[in-house]
Antibody
Framework: QVQLQESGPGLVKPPGTLSLTCVVS?????????WTWVRQPPGKSLEWIGE???????HYNPSLESRVTISVDESNNQVLLRLTSVTAADTAVYFC?????????????WGQGILVTVSS | DIQMTQSPSSLSASVGDTVTITCRASQSISNYLHWYQQRPGKAPKLLIYIASTLQTGVPSRFSGRKSGSEFTLTIASVQPEDFVAYYC?????????FGQGTRLEIK
């Protein structure tokens, strides 16, 4: 059974770079699924950030596209998120999730989430 | 980009009631619509995928339906543990998008 675990700094200074890692266990990041990042500002709804598919295909939310990169580290079975030029508006809980091709890309497996605060 | 309009934003009910939450898409999304439950401080949990298919392990009091361009999540005989937040998600076309959420509250 696939499990996901996010990690990274809980505090980032503006206008720095937010970098998070999602370790995938119980499965391979080279599967037919898409690996996704979602965030949730405190007290607000969920926001889809983007996704990565084996071989390097990506899709990003246009609202973040100029600042975001999603990639993988195959040797460590990890999915990486990088968000540059952060501001307080990027403060959120960040989740990694699997978009399961067998469920028409429903996000069926999630990490527990990591709170990232952007503050000087 | 596809916009998802979810209503209501909050809903009051009593244990045992039947409640319905609705999502509408700004354009056709076929049946690529999924429902999630989120408890405070936790990750969302998939309840229903492809509009009406119950995820494994989810109680049968949860059901989903598509009627025209409207998608509904119904909870029959609401239980105390159901008073949390619910979201819809479309995966028809990237960028994927969530509804604004519905908070189910105890009356």
């Amino acid at each position: 059974q696939v499990q996901l675990q996010e990690s990274g700094p809980g505090l980032v200074k503006p206008p720095g770079t937010l970098s998070l890692t999602c370790v995938v266990s119980g499965g391979s990041i080279n599967s037919n699924d898409w690996w996704t990042w979602v965030r949730q500002p405190p007290g607000k709804s969920l926001e889809w950030i983007g996704e990565f598919y084996r071989g390097g295909s990506t899709h990003y939310n246009p609202s973040l596209e100029s600042r975001v990169t999603i990639s993988v580290d195959e040797s460590n079975n990890q999915v990486l998120l990088r968000l540059t030029s952060v501001t307080a508006a990027d403060t959120a809980v960040y989740f990694c999730a699997r978009a399961n091709i067998q469920l028409v890309y429903a996000l069926d497996t999630w990490g527990q989430g990591i709170l990232v605060t952007v503050s000087s | 980009d596809i916009q998802m309009t979810q209503s209501p934003s909050s809903l009051s009910a009593s244990v045992g009631d039947t409640v319905t939450i609705t999502c509408r898409a700004s354009q056709s999304i076929s049946n690529y619509l999924h429902w999630y439950q989120q408890r405070p401080g936790k990750a969302p949990k998939l309840l229903i995928y492809i509009a009406s298919t119950l995820q494994t392990g989810v109680p049968s009091r949860f059901s989903g339906r598509k009627s025209g361009s409207e998608f509904t999540l119904t909870i029959a005989s609401v239980q105390p543990e159901d008073f949390v937040a619910y979201y819809c998600l479309q995966t028809y076309s990237a960028p994927y998008s969530f509804g604004q959420g519905t908070r189910l509250e105890i009356k």
